[in-house]
């Protein structure tokens, strides 16, 4: 059974930094692709970035140049970093690999 955890989210000032990560457990994110998307209150969960099996990553126009996603293979975990934060990224953001979610980690940034 595949089961990703999410952990990393909290209170954040604009212009601040954090990093989230998914960690797997029943799936070995080395051979997979994994996507991180975010849901704000009232609008649809959006795709954020993803890795492929092969290293390639891809970004939505939203977040291109201050979020990165990488992949550590020995914890079998996906990071997302986040810098240069607005409140536009304020989300509950969530981790996906083969139609699997977890279950979110909140995301606030407010002054």
């Known amino acids: 059974q595949v089961q990703l955890v999410e952990s990393g989210g909290g209170l954040v000032q604009p212009g601040g930094s954090l990093r989230l990560s998914c960690a797997a457990s029943?799936?070995?994110?080395?051979?997979?692709?994994v996507g991180w998307y975010r849901q704000a209150p009232g609008k649809q969960r959006e795709w954020v970035a993803g890795?492929?099996?092969?290293?390639?990553?891809n970004y939505a126009d939203s977040v291109k140049g201050r979020f990165a996603i990488s992949r550590d293979n020995a914890e079998n975990t996906v990071y997302l970093q986040m810098n240069s934060l607005n409140s536009e990224d304020t989300a509950v953001y969530y981790c996906?690999?083969?139609?699997?979610w977890g279950q979110g980690t909140q995301v606030t940034v407010s002054s």
């Open positions: 029943g799936i070995r994110f080395s051979t997979s692709s």
């Open positions: 890795i492929g099996s092969s290293g390639q990553v």
């Open positions: 996906n690999t083969g139609g699997v």
